[in-house]
C-alpha cells in the first residue's frame, strides 16, 4: 500500500532529550534490567548512564579515538567497547570498571560489537574487512579472523547462538563454530537484527538502496517485499523484546517505526539531525535514539501501535456501510 494512503503520526518532539557528549553519538545499548545504559561518541567518550533519571554515573576512561561500537552481555555483566584505531576494551558490567587495557587486533575502525547468547565469545567487525571471534575469558582471539569481501558495517549473533550475521556489502551468514559462511544474501547490508525468536533477520539498506528487508532463517531468501520509506543509510534496526515492532534510524534524520507483520511504518519520528543509533526500552514504550546532535532522546512509542493501519480508502468504505 503506498505511504500516501496510510495515517502515519510525524512526531517531531521527544519525551525526554539529555546530553553529556561533545560530538555525534555513535551507538546505545541498555542493559538487560532497563535501569542503565551506555553510549559512545567520535568525542572519544563512553558513558554510563542512569536511564530512569537520564543522569551521567561515570564516564569510561581508555579509548584514544573515536568509540563507534558498543556491547552488553545477555546477563549485563560484561560490556565492550570498540574505536576507530581498531582496539577493544572489556569492561565489568555492574561497576564499570576495565577489564582489559585496550587491545589493537583490528588495522581500522572496528564498526560493530556483539555478545554470542552464553556470553562466552564477542565478535567484532571493522572496516579492515574481517570479523574476529573474542573469548571473554581470556580476552584473546584464537583462531583466524573471518575474511570479508567489504567492510564490515554490522555483526550480530542469532538468539540461539547458531548462526553469525555479517553485513559486509552483502549478508554474511555464518556457522561460528567452524567459522564457514553457509550462504549469502544479496542486499548491501548496513544494519541487522534478529527477531527474537530467530525466525526471521531484518536489515536495512546503504545510501544506494535504503529499504529494509526480512529474510527467512530456514531458507535464507528475502520475504515479500522490501519495507520502503527511507531515502538514505539506515544506520541501525532494533526490534522490541515482543518482536512485534521494529525502528530504524537513518541518515535521512528520520526514525521509522515498522510493525513486521506486514511491512508498514506506522509512526516516523523527524529528528534536527542524522540518527545513527537507536534502541527499545525494556519494556518497549520507549525507543532511545542518539545521532549528530550530539543529544540523546527518548521517544514515546505510540499507544496504538500494535493496532492495524487502516488506509484511507477503507475508512471510507467502512463509513458507507
Known sequence: MAEGMQVIPRITIPRRAFKDHTDTILAVALFPDGHRMITSSLD????????????????????????????????????????????????????????TEAITVHSDWIMSLDFSPDGTTLA????????????????QVPGDPIICGEQVN????????????????????????????IATLKAWAFSLTWTPDGTRLLS???????????????????????????????????????GTLVASASKDNHMRLW???????????????EVVCATFSGDGRYIISGGRNTMLKEWAVPEDASLEVIDKEQMSEACLH
Open 44 to 99: 572519544q567518550a563512553l558513558i554510563l548512564w542512569d536511564f530512569k533519571d537520564g543522569v551521567a554515573l561515570k564516564k569510561l576512561e581508555g579509548h584514544s579515538s573515536p568509540v563507534k561500537a558498543v556491547a552488553i552481555s545477555e546477563d549485563g555483566k560484561l560490556m565492550a567497547s570498540g574505536d576507530a584505531n581498531g582496539a577493544l576494551i572489556a569492561w565489568h558490567g555492574v561497576t564499570g570498571e576495565s577489564l
Open 124 to 139: 567484532s567487525g571493522s572496516v579492515d574487512k574481517t570479523a574476529e571471534l573474542w573469548c571473554t575469558k581470556t580476552w
Open 154 to 181: 554490522c555483526i550480530r549473533y542469532s538468539p540461539s547462538g547458531d548462526f553469525l550475521a555479517i553485513a559486509c556489502g552483502d549478508i554474511s551468514i555464518c556457522n561460528p563454530r567452524t567459522r564457514e559462511c
Open 204 to 242: 536495512g539498506g546503504t545510501d544506494s538502496n535504503p529499504n529494509m528487508r526480512e529474510w527467512d532463517t530456514l531458507t535464507w531468501k528475502q520475504v515479500g517485499d522490501h519495507w520502503s520509506g527511507h531515502t538514505a543509510c539506515i544506520y541501525t534496526v532494533a526490534i522490541n523484546a515482543a
Open 259 to 273: 510493525r513486521p507483520s506486514d511491512g508498514r511504518t506506522i509512526a516516523i519520528f523527524k529528528d534536527t539531525h
